[in-house]
């Protein structure tokens, strides 16, 4: 049986992972490697990098990072923030990343989708989508979810797919945040959509929210999460324990 | 030494890095020479079978690791790698493979129920099927990770392990010098790594 997947999400500016780490026993708690390090003794089935770093000074760091997590780390990784060409692909592939997340670079040209999937496979490209009800509508953000697109967002992450992104990221901005559970409706809908692997982001505040989302929603793949996980809220070797303790496949 | 074949289909990074990791002698190459120095290889891949086949004919590649491993050179292939030990892929067409296992490759699609995602991506639990040198760490139950569309059938001769989604896949295969792994041990954690450090460790 193939299982649910636990995803720790790491955003890097300059370096560092910001959103404020707070580990007992770790020294130097913003490193990113070391923090990867933790995470995948811990038991983290992926991880997920995402760049948020402005600056080219602050970009050749993180591809620097990656390389150091990549040799050290043995899970795959995915790496996702500023993605906007094939190049920028081959950048982050050749540090070591296993998949690349794309996002507002792939709502200014969805060719990006095609273009990369034909390159390196299916496989490689996970189309995240940043998504908030609006009068009732689920609609696309981006910009790191500051600006409506207009565009409905199930078409859009079908087309995604259609395109040739081999996995979904669904980040609910109304729930993110709340830490009150995913976002299971709008996850439902993404998942009667399309036939690729969904990863529901958004909202974990427990491991309760986590056994609720694998049992409401039987065919989502993996939940992911930054600071719950970040802030040791929840320990990704209990929260796999109680999700075993309620059925749920996972890989202890 | 162990020979890392580098035919130009994918991203040989982590591969490397895990094999540095378990202490092995490795070298990334595409000459003739290495490879035949070589105590062991690795054939590596991801990509179509097709498309890796031309590149390993069209340098010649092809006859010489089935030379070295006709003559007893231990070979570890991973992914497209294992694949392609065998003799037969019905990817996008038909093609051979270097013959080196009996059976096919095949696609899931059609085999599979219905509800099941194509491609088998995660993490799935090993169902071993028999011991060899390369599984002397591994206990059943313990879990790789997987990313692919089609699969090695019609090889129980050789067949190590398999992993359950909605059939029992080809999960890991091995025969006297040859082996492979249909999941990726580089990105498998220290259960892949184990599976790695095994096959630097196998002596006869």
């Known amino acids: 049986m193939i299982t649910k997947r636990i995803i720790p999400c790491l955003d890097v500016k300059d370096g560092r992972v910001v959103k404020g780490v707070n580990f007992l026993g770790l020294a130097d708690v913003s490193s990113p490697v070391k923090l990867a390090k933790f995470y995948s003794d811990s038991g983290a089935d992926e991880l997920v990098f995402y760049d948020i770093t402005a600056s080219a000074e602050g970009r050749a760091l993180f591809t620097d990072i990656l390389t150091e997590v990549a040799s050290t780390i043995f899970v795959p990784l995915t790496v996702g923030g500023g993605i906007n060409t094939v190049a920028d692909f081959d950048i982050v592939l050749k540090c070591g990343a296993d998949k690349v997340s794309v996002n507002s670079g792939a709502i200014r040209n969805p060719k990006l989708i095609e273009e990369a999937a034909k390159k390196y496979g299916n496989q490689c490209v996970v189309i995240s989508a940043d998504v908030k009800r609006v009068d009732g509508v689920f609609r696309v953000f981006s910009k790191g979810g500051r600006e409506n697109t207009g565009m409905e967002a199930i078409d859009w992450i079908k087309h995604a797919v259609d395109l040739g992104a081999g996995e979904v990221v669904v980040n609910s901005i109304d729930t993110d945040g709340v830490k009150k559970g995913f976002d299971l409706e709008m996850l439902d809908a993404v998942l009667n959509a399309v036939n690729v692997p969904v990863i529901a982001s958004g909202g974990a505040g427990s491991k309760e929210d986590f056994v609720k989302l694998f049992k409401t929603l039987p065919s989502i793949d993996a939940g992911l999460a930054a600071s719950v996980f970040h802030f040791g809220e929840i320990e990704i070797k209990d929260l796999k324990q109680e999700l075993r303790n309620n059925n749920v496949t996972v890989r202890l | ?204």
Not at chain 2, 156 to 171: C, I, P, R, V
């Open chain 2, 1 to 204: 030494m162990i020979a890392l074949i580098d035919y130009g289909v994918g991203n040989l990074f982590s591969l490397k890095s895990s094999l540095n990791a378990v202490g092995a002698d490795v070298t990334v190459t595409a000459d003739p020479e290495v490879i035949r120095k070589a105590d062991k290889i690795i054939l590596p891949g991801v990509g179509a079978f097709g498309d890796a086949v031309e590149k390993l004919r069209s340098t010649g590649l092809d006859k010489i690791i089935i030379q070295e491993v006709q003559a007893g050179k231990k070979i570890f292939g991973i992914c497209l790698g294992m694949q392609l030990l065998f003799e037969k892929s019905f990817e996008y067409g038909e093609h051979d493979g270097l013959g080196l296992l009996k059976g096919s490759v095949v696609s899931m699609k059609g085999e599979l129920p219905l509800d099941l995602k194509i491609p088998h991506i995660g993490w799935n639990a090993l169902i071993t099927k028999k011991e060899h040198p390369i599984f002397k760490y591994i206990n059943n139950g313990d879990c790789v990770y997987f990313v692919h569309s089609y699969y090695a059938t019609d090889c129980e001769d050789s067949l190590l392990a398999t992993a359950e989604y909605g059939k029992e896949l080809t999960a890991a295969v091995a025969l006297s010098n040859v082996t492979g792994t249909q999941f990726h041990p580089e990105k498998s954690g220290e259960v892949g790594l184990s599976i790695l450090r095994a096959f630097v460790e196998w002596e006869d």
